[in-house]
């Protein structure tokens, strides 16, 4: 990237250097137009002036070489991608777009910037455009690899994939050593079917990032393919020891452990592998992606995860810096709301829902939302109000007594609570949380263990590798004295989640009471 | 008992925040990817189609007066179910050996519209000609919002029925055998009261009563929609995911007196549920009872294997065909079950969104593996949103051939036809053998590729010259009405297999032996998306000239054999009536 820029800067100082000759030569001629060509010139004036004429010349020669090697060696001046349609995209996306290809603009030639506009356009899903722009970043600086593979991305995304796979076929053998495209080869090779190729890319990926889980994945995806069971369980256990949250390497192992008829393990690992999402390997420029996505949608997704890894604060900025594009957007509205009761402050979320009511009074998010803030904000008369209107538009949905049983709970009023609890798992049958939930009102408000136990076991039942729920069941064991069972439940929380943060503590207290 | 008070917490779950944030980069590995490819560009098999390659396929509708024209009802509310509205049934209603067709319509959601377009019946006059016979038969509705249709003969009475799912109260028409219909939902008990989409009638419990499935796919109201937005940035259609509220799916157990018996929680099926959309019922494990497969839209599938005691149990998981291969869960709208490689077990292939492949879940006895193949009938298929399917040999030449309606469910950035966003071109591809196919030129299979927004197809031969037709039901647009004009490569035979009763044996398998060859059909007519197909199964024979055996296995596991058989006709198997 350095030697880019230093070499951008050398070019760009060439071109005056070139204007200056110029006008000297020009100088030099009218100089040399102001006198006569005479035989009279002296000897030493003349062979002054062969002297001039020859510096002259050289100096003329330097400086056409020099315009020769500056044609010949600059970076070109490429053409901006843009949406044909930029008019119709989202106002928030657009303005960005509009921002980012204004950058490139001022510094055409930067591959950087292309890289940066190939990177907006990706993560908000314009390949097309992406494509292009990622293909002037691969011209400007043909020696970085991750500017080729996204050009392979892109292409792959935009759904030539045959043309995609040679592009990673070409960018492994260039760049040997770069783990994230025999990761690209991989995949795309076994999509083709070419299991042996495939099988040559992971390895390869395997002894480029010996620490990355995506290898062994994709070796055991080949050896599961091919029906070497044995083969794939030994390579996708190593993927799971590397990365015990990779739940696409623990459906694989599932189905290997299938394929060899090891059923009840197959089924755990399926379970352990359920909805999975495919992060492909991350790279330096995929890590900056979520940053640009500025599709409304995007950006909510973004700030709930936000608030549900605790950083809701965070979540409040996102949302606020789109509400300025999308002011009566409900969505936003709520999903800011919902951002600003998480991050304690209740307080704003409240101005926010007031207006999500004028705008539609029967919005069923609006209610729920209102009755969690208005109970924060001690209100709670307001937010049972709020509950039993959520229910009423919507009988059939958990979230109105989800409500209804937290503004109970603080008032409590327990009882309650754990009924409004159960008419919600009545609606959602196969929620364990609202199980476990139902469990902890037993356990701590109403000293109910036995009853606790069975929300528990219930939970546990709906989702066996819920790891929550048996951080709760050994601990509840632990309590009750229960050893053997403890033990049990803490041998299946370490099977599930080897690196809960529960599980040492739980152990330390489990052997506290073995040894009394 | 040490314990501190408890508040909400876990359980607090926002509607909206639905998607994890994932930057999902790689086609065919990104299950829920958000990120489709090149939004609104056009796809590279429209853009590369032979135009001057003969058709497959010749649009008769306007000709044929079959002028049924869809209605969601779209008001800009972007109401979900308008989005997911049409299905098409094909029944020879009046028995006169001409399949007829029955269009199941959208309408209006808004409880203020008072002239509603309904349902259509046209009859099949022969000779592609149909006439609208819906207000005599009496099979209009009564302004509930139509999603799907199956067809079948519930009550052994010799006349095949219809039944209609709709957004709330679902509808049986039951056939009065004199052209007209009776309303019997609520006798019959099977009216419901959730968003039926696909469903499927079939004797789970082999009493010899057609028992029924339907698929659910949301708790939905207007007071829960949402607002959600394209990727051109306009007000669009939601994902069912945004909504968090999936829908348990219902099981009506034939009483065998006209009535159902409402057994949903008995049998066990309130113990999964999903947005269910595509409904296939088989015997999928080998075991002799009818099974019964959902694709869910955006979470995993069910496959419920039955019990042999009136319960179901969700096996999706173990047996393979839940997710992808990555543990992914997809956005499945129809599903076909069919023996693609001809041996006797049924694959699934199951239609999702654009920027998921097409999957096909190969059945290994009853365990299934998520089938990756470049040239397999996914091919191609990354740039549409695929609705209906079927698989039918449409050029004869021995292999089964594969038909997808395609349509978005939100808008592109580019549109593919002026008037409708949501328009894409379907897809057609011949089978090449070996589970290899190949798209096939004109794109679609007709001369003008019409884009449209195409929800439920259905399939059968409509004028029995031994073809293979398709009629699409398109989204607020025009019925397609497409007949085979194919070059045909071979023979072709069509058999319907009847019960002791005279009704279509449903659920029944039909082994063809031809020239050395063996091929295997499955009849079960309610496939694909909320469509109900030609109940007869039709083989398309390469060079054979004469069928030497026929096996059918009946519903209940025995076995008979028929034939030989000339080419190039049509026959009845009936139950009883072979060697045993």
Redesign the interface.
């Known amino acids: 990237m350095a030697r880019v820029r230093a070499s951008h800067f050398t070019l760009d100082m060439a071109l005056p250097r070139c204007v200056k000759l110029k006008f000297r030569g020009a100088n030099i001629g009218r100089d040399l137009e102001g006198v006569s060509p005479s035989n009279e010139l002296s000897r030493p004036r003349r062979s002054r002036r062969l002297l001039l004429a020859w510096v002259v010349a050289m100096a003329l020669l330097l400086a056409f070489a020099g315009l020769g090697n500056y044609l010949r060696t600059r970076k070109p001046l490429l053409d901006v991608p843009l949406?044909?349609?930029i008019g119709?995209?989202?106002?928030q996306?657009?303005a960005y777009i509009e921002e980012k290809v204004q950058r490139v603009r001022e510094s055409p030639r930067e591959m950087q910037r292309y890289a940066t506009l190939g990177i907006v356009y990706?993560?908000?899903?314009?390949?097309?455009e992406a494509q292009k722009a990622f293909k002037n970043a691969a011209q400007l600086n043909p020696k970085e690899p991750l500017a080729q593979m996204y050009v392979g991305?892109a292409t792959?995304?935009?759904?030539?994939?045959d043309q995609?796979l040679q592009l990673f076929r070409q960018l492994a053998v260039q760049f040997r050593n770069f783990a994230p495209a025999h990761y690209?080869l991989g995949?795309a090779l076994?999509?083709?079917?070419a299991l042996d190729e495939a099988e040559s890319a992971f390895q390869r990926l395997i002894a480029c990032a010996p620490t990355e889980w995506r290898g062994l994945a994709g070796l055991g995806?080949v050896k599961l393919r091919r029906g070497d069971y044995a083969a794939a369980v030994h390579c996708l256990e190593q993927a799971v020891r590397h990365d015990p949250s990779a739940?696409?390497a623990?459906?694989?192992l599932g189905?290997a452990y299938?394929g060899m008829g090891r059923?009840e393990d197959?089924?755990l690992e399926?379970?352990l592998?359920?909805?999975?999402?495919?992060?492909?390997m991350p790279d330096a420029w995929?890590e900056t992606?979520?940053q640009h996505m500025r599709?409304?949608?995007?950006q909510?997704?973004?700030a709930?995860?936000y608030s549900q890894a605790g950083s809701p604060n965070k979540a409040v900025e996102l949302l606020d810096r789109a509400l300025s594009f999308h002011p009566r957007?409900?969505?936003l509205l709520?999903?800011l709301a919902?951002a600003y009761n998480r991050s304690g402050q209740p307080q704003k979320a409240r101005p926010l829902l007031q207006r999500m009511l004028q705008i539609d009074e029967?919005?069923?998010?609006a209610h729920?939302?209102l009755s969690?803030n208005a109970q924060m904000l001690g209100f709670n008369d307001e937010a049972l109000a709020h509950a039993e209107k959520a229910i009423a538009?919507?009988p059939?949905?958990?979230?109105g007594y989800?409500a209804k049983?937290?503004v109970l709970?603080?008032m409590e009023r327990d009882v309650e609570a754990l009924a409004a609890?159960g008419t919600?798992f009545s609606c959602d049958?196969?929620?364990a949380?609202?199980q476990?939930?139902m469990g902890?009102?037993c356990?701590?408000?109403l000293?109910r263990?036995a009853e606790a136990m069975e929300h528990y076991k219930n939970a546990s039942k709906l989702d066996p590798v819920f790891a929550?729920v048996h951080v709760r069941v050994a601990d509840l064991q632990i309590?009750l004295g229960e050893t053997n069972e403890a033990r049990a439940s803490l041998q299946t929380l370490r099977r599930i989640s080897p690196n809960a943060p529960e599980l040492a503590v739980l152990e330390g207290r489990l052997q506290k009471l073995r040894n009394r | 008992?040490?314990?501190?008070?408890?508040?909400?917490?876990?359980?607090?779950?926002?509607?909206?925040?639905?998607?994890?944030?994932?930057?999902?980069?790689?086609?065919?590995?990104?299950?829920?990817?958000?990120?489709?490819?090149?939004?609104g560009?056009v796809?590279?098999a429209v853009q590369h189609s032979d135009q001057s390659a003969d058709p497959w396929f010749e649009e008769t509708a306007v000709n044929a007066r079959l002028n049924f024209k869809h209605s969601s009802g779209a008001s800009g509310h972007f109401w979900m179910p308008e989005m997911m509205t049409g299905g098409v049934g094909l029944l020879d209603y009046d028995g006169d050996g001409y399949l007829d067709v029955f269009c199941v319509n959208g309408g209006s959601l808004d409880s203020t519209t008072t002239n509603r377009p309904g349902n259509k019946l046209y009859r099949n006059l022969g000779n592609w000609q149909f006439e609208d016979v819906t207000e005599r038969a009496g099979v209009g509705g009564h302004g509930e919002y139509g999603m799907g249709c199956t067809c079948a003969d519930y009550d052994g009475d010799g006349g095949t029925d219809i039944y209609v799912t709709n957004v709330g109260t679902n509808i049986l028409y039951h056939n009065n055998g004199d052209g007209t219909f009776t309303d019997v939902t609520r006798e019959a008990g099977v009216g419901g009261a959730s968003w039926g989409t696909s469903c499927a009638f079939f004797d789970y419990d082999g009493d010899g009563h057609l028992d029924l499935f339907v698929a659910n796919y949301l708790?939905w109201?207007p007071?829960?929609e949402?607002?959600?937005?394209s990727?051109?940035?306009?007000r669009d259609y939601c994902s069912p995911m945004n909504y968090?509220?999936p829908a348990v799916d219902s099981l009506y157990h034939n009483k065998g007196d006209g009535t159902f018996e409402n057994v949903t929680v008995s049998a066990g099926l309130?113990?999964?549920?999903g947005n269910g959309l595509g409904v296939a019922c088989a015997d999928f494990n080998g075991d002799g009872r009818l099974d019964i497969f959902v694709a869910n839209d955006a979470m995993?599938n069910q496959l419920w294997i039955n019990q042999g005691n009136g319960k179901f149990v969700d096996e999706a998981?173990?047996r393979?065909c839940?997710?992808n291969?990555?543990?992914?869960?997809r956005a499945g709208m129809g599903v076909a079950a069919v023996d693609l490689d001809q041996k006797g077990w049924l694959d699934l292939f199951v239609t999702h969104l654009v920027g998921e492949d097409n999957g096909l879940f190969m059945n290994g006895k009853g365990?299934f593996?998520d089938a990756?193949?470049?040239k397999g009938p996914g091919s191609g298929s990354?740039?549409f949103t695929g609705f209906g399917v079927g698989f039918a040999d449409f050029d004869h030449d021995g292999q089964l051939d594969l038909y997808v309606a395609n349509g978005r469910v939100k808008s592109g950035?580019?549109n593919l036809n002026p008037t409708d966003p949501y328009a894409e071109p379907n897809s057609l591809l011949r089978g090449l053998g070996g589970g290899q196919f190949e798209q096939v030129s004109p794109q679609g299979g007709v001369v003008e590729s019409r884009a449209a927004t195409s929800r439920g197809a259905a399939f059968g031969d409509l004028d029995n010259d031994g073809d293979m037709d398709v009629v699409i039901i398109n989204r607020d647009g025009p019925v397609h009405l497409l007949r085979n004009i194919a070059r045909k490569q071979g023979s072709w035979i069509i058999f319907r297999a009847l019960s002791r009763k005279h009704t279509d044996a449903i659920n029944a398998w039909v082994r063809v032996e031809a020239a050395g060859k063996v091929y295997w059909r499955y009849v079960q007519p309610n496939q694909g998306y909320c469509s109900s197909s030609d109940p007869r199964v039709h083989f398309g024979l390469d060079s054979a000239q004469k069928v030497e055996r026929v096996t059918v296995r009946w519903p209940d596991g025995a076995e008979e054999f028929f034939g030989p058989f000339e080419v190039g006709r049509i026959f009845e198997l009936n139950e009883g009536k072979g060697q045993k």
């Open positions: 949406p044909g349609d119709n995209l989202e106002t996306l657009r990706a993560a908000n899903g314009l390949w097309n991305i792959q995304e935009s759904g030539d994939l995609a690209r995949h076994l999509r083709a079917g995806d739940k696409n623990h459906h694989l189905m299938r059923m197959a089924a399926l379970r592998g359920l909805n999975a999402v495919v992060f492909p995929s992606a979520s599709l409304l949608q995007d909510i997704d973004i709930n995860a957007n409900l969505a709520n999903n919902i029967r919005y069923l998010s729920i939302t969690f538009l919507a059939d949905t958990p979230q989800l049983a937290n709970l603080a609890l919600a049958p196969q929620n949380e609202v476990i939930e902890d009102v356990l701590r408000n000293n263990p929550p309590k | 008992m040490e314990a501190s008070r408890t508040s909400l917490r876990g359980a607090i779950i926002p509607l909206n925040c639905v998607w994890l944030i994932a930057l999902v980069w790689s086609s065919g590995l990104s299950g829920c990817s958000k990120s489709p490819p090149a939004p560009s796809p590279a708790k109201s007071t829960r949402l607002e959600c937005f990727h051109g940035g306009l968090k509220a309130d113990k999964a549920y995993p998981m173990i393979g839940a997710v291969t990555y543990g992914v869960p365990y593996t990756l193949h470049p990354l740039p950035a580019r």
